[in-house]
């Protein structure tokens, strides 16, 4: 009997102890099983930023290349109307007041002084400055174009004129219907009158300027 008892407690004991391994265990496993989770999160996770991380940089590389393009495009464009300028048959003094331009935006343009288009404090165009529009229109035909009048900074005074900007826009405007008796469409046109507020430089001479550019 006794020999009974101590195998009963044996058993029991054995069961025990195998139930208290089998709770230990599993508890040991949904631990690893929670730490492997949260792993394989933080795994997705950076996983995630990193895809975000390259396709920002995809589009940033894509947007270099295509401004680059865009820049070689406005270079190759400055440079072809420079030899055109260059070729043009006019005198070397009107030459001389004739420029190729280019703004912060990549558009070109030409550059003239107002003095081969207009007297002082006119806005009146004489058939030397159509002739001269003539030929600039050889450069710049079939684009859309802005004419932009300047001024220097000296004051109105001997003019009927209220203002240098007032002269600058009547300049934009002249310029722009002699072009259109050329053969510019209107709706080819917009004007700019900015009087003396873009400088480019110290000399007035070239400060008095109208510049014709190209928008496409």
């Known amino acids: ?59 940033q590389v894509d947007s270099l290349q295509k401004d680059a393009a865009y820049v070689q495009a406005q270079k190759k464009k400055f440079a072809e109307l420079e030899k055109k300028l260059a070729g043009l048959e006019i005198p070397a003094t009107t030459k001389r007041g004739l420029s190729v331009i280019r703004d912060a935006s990549g558009h070109t ?21 159509r002739k001269v529009l003539k030929d600039i229109l050889t450069l710049v035909q079939g684009k859309r174009l802005r004419v932009d009048g300047h001024t220097d900074s000296d004051p109105i005074q001997h003019s009927k004129w209220g203002s240098n900007l007032e002269l600058s826009m009547a300049r934009s405007l002249a310029v722009a219907n ?28 070239k400060n008095r300027r109208v510049e014709i550019w190209m928008l496409n």
Request: proline letters at 1%.
């Open 1 to 59: 009997m006794k020999s009974a008892t101590v195998l009963v407690i044996g058993l029991a004991s054995c069961l025990f102890l195998g139930s208290c391994y089998s709770r230990m265990d599993y508890a040991r496993q949904s631990y690893l099983a929670k730490g492997l989770k949260e792993r394989a999160d933080a795994l997705q996770q950076d996983h995630d930023q990193l895809e975000a991380q390259n396709a920002l940089l995809r589009s």
């Open 109 to 129: 343009g030409v550059r003239m002084d107002s003095e081969l288009l207009f007297a002082s404090g006119s806005n009146k165009i004489g058939s030397e400055g």
């Open 178 to 205: 002699v072009l259109m008796q050329l053969g510019v469409a209107e709706d080819q046109l917009t004007l700019g009158g900015l009087g003396m507020t873009q400088p480019t430089g110290a000399d007035k001479a």
